[in-house]
């Protein structure tokens, strides 16, 4: 069965600073790996996805992730933080049907 | 813009009533879902859907039953609620298979349910 794991429940970093959000995944086969943004009372809204080919993908708002298949890591990544970027962040799994499995989400919040 | 309208943003509904949460995305998506969101627990997947009239139970479909009528529609409803289903639902959309690099999990902006 295909699992996520965020380890990091809450991360706080001062605007300016560098991010970096951990995530993990078990499954079978090639993964399909996303990270989603909530703001708060909103949807889910796509940074970026990850289906092969270059391991070091680019998604919007500046951030960018790195799948690495020997550690099973799917990191999320942002050289500066901007204070509009405080939110809560998914990782999440695709099975091959379109059912996903998502971690348990990691809250950012950003120190003026 | 894809988009996935989700038809009542807030509700709150009495122990017992019959509810229904309205989904309709105009993607021509095979697939949608609907999730609950609780804090700490991430997104659980209640029921999925790929075509007009097919469902399969996701993780935590007890008390909860689903309706697709039409392609671009998906119901999700609550025979009796109770308070335990207090929570916010998520309406999403995809194409069918993940092997398309082109293919996105598209969500609604959520629907918060209040049981009193």
């Known amino acids: 069965a295909q699992s996520v794991t965020q380890p990091d429940i809450h991360i706080t970093v001062s605007e300016g600073a560098s991010l970096e959000l951990r995530c993990n995944y078990s499954?079978?086969?090639?993964?399909?790996l996303f990270w989603y943004v909530q703001s708060p009372g909103q949807g889910l809204q796509l940074l970026l996805k990850?289906?092969?080919?270059?391991?070091l993908v680019q998604g919007i708002k500046g951030f960018e992730a790195e799948f690495k298949r020997s550690q099973s890591s799917f990191n999320l990544r942002k050289p500066s933080v901007h204070w509009s970027d405080a939110a809560e962040y998914f990782c999440?799994?695709?099975?091959?049907?379109?059912?996903?499995?998502f971690g348990d989400g990691t809250t950012l919040t950003v120190k003026p | 813009d894809v988009k996935v309208t989700q038809s009542s943003r807030y509700l709150v509904k009495r122990t017992g009533e019959k509810v229904f949460l309205e989904c309709v995305q105009d993607?021509?998506?095979?697939?949608m879902f609907w999730y609950r969101q609780d804090p700490g627990l991430g997104l659980r997947l209640i029921y999925f859907?790929?075509?007009?009239?097919?469902?399969e139970k996701g993780d935590i479909p007890e008390g909860y039953s689903v309706s697709r009528e039409k392609k671009e529609r998906f119901s999700l409803i609550l025979e009796s609620a109770s308070t335990n289903q207090t929570s916010m639902y998520l309406c999403?959309?995809?194409?069918?298979?993940?092997?398309?690099?082109?293919?996105?999990?598209?969500f609604g902006e959520g629907s918060w349910l209040t049981v009193v």
């Open positions: 990850y289906f092969s080919g270059d391991t």
């Open positions: 499954y079978g086969a090639t993964p399909y």
């Open positions: 859907s790929y075509d007009v009239k097919m469902k």
């Open positions: 993607m021509d998506h095979e697939n």
């Open positions: 999440a799994v695709a099975h091959w049907d379109g059912k996903s499995t």
């Open positions: 999403a959309s995809s194409f069918r298979y993940f092997r398309d690099a082109g293919n996105t999990i598209y």
